[in-house]
Nanobody, 123 residues
Framework: QVQLVESGGGLVQAGGSLRLSCAAS????????VGWFRQAPGKEQEFVAA????????YYADSVKGRFTISRDNANNTVYLQMNSLKPEDSAVYYC????????????????WGQGTQVTVSS
């Protein structure tokens, strides 16, 4: 069982940066692959980025590639999403999710979810 808590969201101007954190409970967090997803009002949830248990493999959505960086600190049971050059279209609730099976890009593949953190980018 893994419990996830996101933090770091907020209001930022376009072009600005935010770093989201996903803090996990559980001694085996280093075995879990983690993904970030987001959902804007009236839109479907979409994949943002994912990282494997070791941090050696990462995936990004085309829309964030080159602007966002996912990383993890297994010693502190935390996964980060560094978001730079933010755009208004990045505004959404951001969720982190974890799974034991190979890292994936689809929300239905993930077993554990956080409550989400709101990111709002003003133009």
């Amino acid at each position: 069982q893994v419990q996830l808590v996101e933090s770091g969201g907020g209001l930022v101007q376009a072009g600005g940066s935010l770093r989201l954190s996903c803090a996990a409970s559980g001694r085996t967090f280093s075995s879990y692959n983690v993904g970030w997803f987001r959902q804007a009002p009236g839109k479907e949830q979409e994949f943002v980025a994912a990282i494997d248990y070791s941090g050696g493999i990462t995936y990004y959505a085309d829309s964030v590639k080159g602007r966002f960086t996912i990383s993890r600190d297994n010693a502190n049971n935390t996964v980060y999403l560094q978001m730079n050059s933010l755009k208004p279209e990045d505004s959404a609730v951001y969720y982190c999710a974890a799974r034991l099976r190979p890292v994936g890009k689809f929300s239905y593949e993930y077993d554990y979810w956080g409550q989400g953190t709101q990111v709002t980018v003003s133009s």
